[in-house]
């Protein structure tokens, strides 16, 4: 079965890109969703991946209209795992793959050192979603820390 990797564009999408090798069960075969721009369509080039209608950071209305879109995304790839760095995309994707009984992980962006993003706020509320920081100083329960995208850093 296959990791669904499910991010926007930007930030979050390089982010996820950096983290992706260390998600078990992410291989060649991972499917990339975001938006259609430049980064995506350079980054995901030779990848498998799906691009979906554009949703700004805080756009509730178009977050719950991609819904559909997402469970119909999530119903023909059948994947073992959705992950998603969000933003507003994570509130389209991360529900629906709950409610198919699929595990879904939440990994809150590296920018967000002090505590959970809107979008980390409402992943908590949605059961069965892992949560993961990048920090360690603020993963208390439920948020896990795995490591972040700041671990291939060294000081010099």
């Given amino acids: 079965m296959t990791v669904l990797l499910v991010a926007a564009t930007g930030g979050h999408l390089a982010q996820l890109n950096d983290l992706a090798p260390r998600i078990p069960g992410v291989d060649e075969n ?4 975001t938006f259609d721009n430049p980064q995506s369509r350079s980054m995901l080039r030779d990848r498998p991946h799906v691009f979906v209608p554009y949703t700004d950071s805080r756009d509730a209305g178009t977050a719950l209209r991609n819904v559909p879109i997402a469970a119909g995304i ?5 994947p073992s795992l959705v992950v998603s760095t969000g ?8 529900p629906a793959a709950r ?3 699929i595990p879904a992980a939440y990994i809150e962006s590296a920018a967000r050192a002090e505590g959970p993003s809107l ?38």
């Fill in 30 to 33: 991972a499917v990339w969703v």
């Fill in 74 to 78: 999530i119903r023909q790839i059948k």
């Fill in 87 to 94: 933003n507003a995309i994570a509130v389209s994707f991360l």
């Fill in 99 to 101: 409610l198919a009984g």
């Fill in 119 to 156: 979008t980390g706020r409402i992943m908590r509320r949605v059961p069965g979603v892992q949560l993961f920081s990048q920090y360690e100083d603020w993963a208390t329960p439920p948020w896990n820390y795995a490591g972040s995208i700041f671990d291939k850093f060294a000081a010099a």
